[in-house]
């Protein structure tokens, strides 16, 4: 951070401490309350814009951003704001204090190493990589590993001993209780609130290409189960352990007259794992794995406007699955065909989507009438959607939605080579309209 950036910082953080209000006060438009060493204070209107505007300052500073969370950088600041109102700190403190936090931040080099377990992937391969992920089978020996590493610190602190045994027994539990099952090893510099925030981070961005896959491996006919004359599709998700799950559910009934009572069992959630062999690895690379790979590897800063495009699209397409409601599902799916199609020209975005779409997935005159009439008739459902009602979206009509955002997508993913931006892409089809 260079030194005129600092001295206004300083010259605001002198401003809040002068004008700082007490704890119970509102201002007009904005009230800001902090407590911190063990002072509680308020910043209303004016001078809480002077607070945001700080913090701006640092989340905007790449050196800092990349390697803490903005809790972290927050807190850094309201401590120099209460130290400066506690101690009555005049400019040279405050720039003293404020140079000591940047050369923190700046100067912070340490590597965490983040242990997160992944539900509902059966991976019969000795480890996957997707993107800046490695998804493997946590095994005995890299266990007992990770236990020996968190044991040697446990053991160096000062801790008591009957603490110390309460956590080696809790770690080992958890680690024992991982093994065999999927996760992701990672390791990351910076400090562990952004450690964790960046791994979780790039894991579910790597886990949305996954899902790409699971309505192709999965189709809703190879989830139907009837039992008891009653017809039950299993879900298929995968996620971080926490973000998705499975358990079963009972609901009691009971007739009014009181002569009749039911109970419905039901799994929930996320009930078929997906399994992930060389056979179905071989299936995703035919359908674009490796382009997708390949995308996912870059950095953020290194990504074309086109292939951002292609991140969004993915995302919103495995949005879907993870939602229980059809609608939500539906809404999911719309989202994905207007962040690939949506026209910059001001035309109506219905229209031309459905054109657009057309366009790229069909292959003769009536398919290509089909296709516009159909993806005309699910843009103008999405109000209803959008505004609740009775169910307007049937499930033969969200069977062949995914189908044509899972289609769209690989044909998207096909041209990655071709296209450098999403308006690349959209003057081709403005192209095609004319040809």
Avoid at 350 to 372: C, N, P, Q
Avoid at 389 to 418: F, P, R, T
Wanted: aromatic letters at 8%; charged letters at 30%.
């Amino acid at each position: 951070m260079n030194e005129d950036k600092i001295e206004k910082i300083v010259e605001k953080i002198l401003k809040i401490s002068e004008n700082k209000k007490p704890f119970d006060q509102h201002g007009k438009w904005k009230t800001e309350t902090i407590h911190i060493e063990n002072i509680t204070f308020c910043l209303i209107d004016e001078i809480a814009e002077e607070y945001y505007y700080i913090i701006k300052e640092f989340l905007n500073d790449i050196k800092i951003n990349s390697k803490f969370s903005e809790k972290y950088i927050v807190k850094g600041i309201q401590r120099i704001i209460a130290l400066t109102i506690i101690n009555k700190y005049d400019q040279n403190n405050i720039k003293n204090e404020l140079i000591d936090l940047i050369k923190e931040l700046e100067e912070y080099n340490e590597v965490w190493t983040v242990v997160i377990p992944i539900f509902g992937i059966d991976l019969k391969k000795d480890e996957l990589n997707i993107g800046k992920i490695k998804i493997e089978n946590l095994t005995q020996d890299k266990a007992q590993n990770l236990i020996s590493k968190f044991e040697k610190v446990i053991n160096a602190s000062k801790s008591d001993e009957v603490t110390k045994k309460g956590l080696k027994e809790n770690l080992r539990k958890r680690f024992i209780s991982m093994v065999s099952k999927c996760c992701v090893i990672c390791e990351k510099n910076a400090e562990p609130g952004r450690a964790l925030e960046i791994a979780l981070m790039e894991i579910r961005r790597s886990l949305d290409v996954l899902k790409f896959y699971i309505p192709s491996l999965y189709p809703i006919p190879q989830r139907t189960h009837k039992t008891n004359n009653e017809i039950r599709i299993y879900n298929v998700n995968i996620g971080i352990q926490g973000d998705v799950y499975c358990t079963n559910r009972a609901i009691p009934m009971i007739s009014k007259s009181e002569k009749e009572f039911n109970i419905r069992y039901d799994f929930v959630g996320s009930c078929m794992p997906l399994l992930i062999n060389d056979t179905i690895y071989i299936h995703m690379i035919e359908r674009g794995f490796n382009e997708l790979n390949s995308i996912m590897s870059k950095k953020d800063d290194q990504l074309n406007d086109y292939e951002k495009t292609i991140i969004r699209g993915i995302h919103w397409f495995s949005n879907h699955i993870a939602q229980v409601e059809t609608d939500n599902q539906f809404l999911s799916l719309i989202i994905c065909l207007e962040t690939i199609l949506t026209p910059r020209d001001g035309n109506p975005i219905g229209t031309a989507i459905a054109e657009a779409t057309a366009i790229i997935l069909g292959d003769s005159l009536e398919k290509r009438k089909y296709l516009k009439k159909k993806i005309k008739e699910y843009y103008s459902k999405r109000s209803a959607v959008s505004h609740g009602g009775k169910k307007v979206i049937k499930d033969e009509e969200m069977q062949e939605i995914i189908a044509i955002c899972g289609d769209l997508l690989l044909w998207v993913i096909s041209k990655i080579n071709e296209f450098s931006c999403q308006k690349d892409l959209l003057n081709w089809i403005d192209d095609q309209k004319l040809s």
